[in-house]
């Protein structure tokens, strides 16, 4: 697989000029994984942010407040996740799991820094697709949050 090729197509960076994505291809690290392996795991530092290049990723959700495990999304080759790892110090809001054999392009953070050095837009989207997916899981938080006080108001009037 060309991996030029591949970023080229996502349309994630099909924006960005063939310096720019030559930068980002040269910070990815590629590696196959076997069905089983897990890249993020909730509540835990990642090693960086993955794009999904072959195979399939289950991710998966403990919702501390409400009590319960979800499936969240299956991803498929180009998607995204661990995008929260290229922030330090902050720890993966669900567990990635390989559904089957993968391959995955990584970014960690120090090669995130280095990108943001070289190729200060690329760094800038990235750090734009951080904020939406923070964002995300302040909203999914908060849905958690309200149904947990609903359930509470109800538990308090049956009293």
Do not use: W
Not at 109 to 131: I, K, N, S, T
Request: hydrophobic share 40%; net charge negative; proline share 3%.
């Amino acid at each position: 697989m060309n991996l030029r090729t591949f970023l080229t197509n996502l349309p994630s960076f099909s924006g960005f000029s063939p310096e720019e994505i030559s930068v980002l291809e040269g910070v990815l690290r590629v590696a196959s994984y076997p069905e089983g392996h897990v890249f993020t795991r909730q509540g835990e530092l990642a090693e960086g942010m993955y794009i999904l290049l072959d195979g399939s990723v289950r991710v998966t959700q403990q919702d501390e407040i409400a009590g319960l495990s979800q499936e969240v999304k299956e991803l498929h080759a180009g998607e995204l996740f661990g995008l929260l790892s290229l922030i330090s110090q902050l720890p993966a809001v669900a567990t990635c799991t390989a559904t089957s054999d993968a391959s995955a392009a990584s970014l960690s953070r120090e090669d995130f820094d280095r990108l943001v050095h070289d190729a200060p837009q690329l760094g800038h989207h990235l750090h734009y697709m951080v904020a939406v997916q923070l964002a995300r899981d302040l909203q999914t938080r908060n849905r958690s949050m309200r149904e947990l006080l609903k359930r509470e108001a109800s538990a308090v009037e049956a009293r």
